[in-house]
Nanobody, 130 residues
Framework: QLRVVESGGGLVTPGGSLRLSCAAS????????IGWFRQAPGAEREEVGC?????????????DYAASVQGRFTISRDDAKNTAYLQMNNLRSEDTAVYFC??????????????????WGQGTQVTVSS
C-alpha cells in the first residue's frame, strides 16, 4: 500500500517550535515533491509549503511557502530516510490545525496546489495554546 504518514504533532505554547515528519511507505520519495497542507476547525484546507525532488529537478530541493508561514516554517527532506520534514518555529495560535503531508509523483516542480498530489496522509494535530 502506497501512503505517507505524518508524525510529530502535539501541544505547544505560542512562540514555540515543532518538527513534523512525513514518512513514505511502499514507495521511495526520490522522484516525488512533498507538500504540506493544514486544516483548522471550520476552515478550508490551505497550503503551507512544498519541496521539489532532488532527482531530475532543475532546481533540486526548491521550496515554496504560503505567505502566512514564510520565514517561520522550513521544509526539508532526507531521501535516504524516505522522509520529509516541516520545521515550525515561532508558532502562533492561528497555526493550530491538522497538518497533512502529500506526495506528488511529478516531483521536479514544487506546487502548492492540492490537486497535484497523489498520496495523502491522515494528518497530525498541532495545537498552539498557552
Amino acid at each position: 500500500q502506497l501512503r505517507v504518514v505524518e508524525s510529530g504533532g502535539g501541544l505547544v505554547t505560542p512562540g514555540g517550535s515543532l518538527r513534523l515528519s512525513c514518512a513514505a511507505s511502499g514507495f521511495t520519495l526520490d522522484d516525488y515533491a512533498i507538500g504540506w497542507f493544514r486544516q483548522a476547525p471550520g476552515a478550508e484546507r490551505e497550503e503551507v509549503g512544498c519541496i521539489s525532488s532532488f532527482r531530475g529537478a532543475s532546481r533540486p530541493g526548491s521550496t515554496d511557502y504560503a505567505a502566512s508561514v514564510q520565514g517561520r516554517f522550513t521544509i526539508s527532506r532526507d531521501d535516504a530516510k524516505n522522509t520529509a520534514y516541516l520545521q515550525m518555529n515561532n508558532l502562533r495560535s492561528e497555526d493550530t490545525a491538522v497538518y497533512f503531508c502529500a506526495a506528488d509523483r511529478a516531483g521536479t516542480v514544487c506546487s502548492l496546489k492540492a490537486f497535484r498530489y497523489d498520496y495523502w496522509g491522515q494528518g497530525t494535530q498541532v495545537t498552539v495554546s498557552s
